[in-house]
């Protein structure tokens, strides 16, 4: 895989039915679909939505021909991804859970995650909304369980795909992934202006070192496979 270009990623069209609370598809969601358009898939690959949100990337897979199961904790969100799924003439499995613990015993061709990763100010876990994007200080409070579930939850010859934000240690990802004996790589990247939820805390942010003299945020795709 190659590295892809700084551009903006397109977005994802698809006929949704989006209630309140859940994820909205965004940049981060198009920029994991143009990666996951990239992958082999056919009617026998097995792909695992983890925090899916309203079921775009679920719903994009099944288009592919994937056998998707949908995984999220928030229960109106499994509601919504089910639903897009009818909406759009795909079949899309729905799994309540945290994380691979909702799927457990099962591995995956491939994996596809755009979980929280906006690190946030205070100790209290995030509620309502803020679920979709609020990550703990670092960022990273359900980056490092999927980094080091990716090897149990992944086939022999099964594939990651994740995305987040370098306020989130993109290296740090990379590591852990190649510590639990995965090949990985960024095989995605497009920069764009500070969001609302980032501005409102880009004091803080600074206070934390996070921006490192940066305008703008960078959202990457981290692809992984087993070595």
Known sequence: MTTGSITAAAPVRFRHWIPPGVYRPQTDTGL??????????????????????????????????????????SWRALAAAWCN???????????????????????????????????????????????AWDAGADGRLLIDRICAAAPTVLRPYGRLL????????????????????????????TRLPFGPVLRSRLGWLR???????????????IRAEHA
Request: no cysteine.
């Open 32 to 73: 994991l679909r143009r990666a996951l358009r990239r992958e082999p898939i056919s009617g026998r690959t097995e792909v695992l939505d983890l925090g899916t949100g309203s079921g775009a990337l679920a719903v994009e897979a099944a288009r592919m021909g994937a056998r998707v199961t949908a995984v999220d904790i």
């Open 162 to 189: 994740m995305v987040h934000s370098h306020l989130s240690g993109v290296e740090e990802t990379l590591a852990r992934l190649r510590d639990g004996g995965l090949r990985a790589q960024v095989v995605e990247r």
């Open 207 to 221: 206070e934390r070192g996070l921006l490192a003299g940066r305008t703008n945020e960078e959202l990457v795709v």
């Open 85 to 131: 799924g009818l909406l759009n003439g795909q079949r899309v499995r729905v799994r309540h859970g945290d994380l691979a613990s909702a799927v457990p015993g099962r591995r995956f061709d491939l994996v596809v995650t755009n979980p929280p990763y906006v690190p946030a100010p205070g100790g209290a876990p995030p509620r309502g909304s803020a679920r």
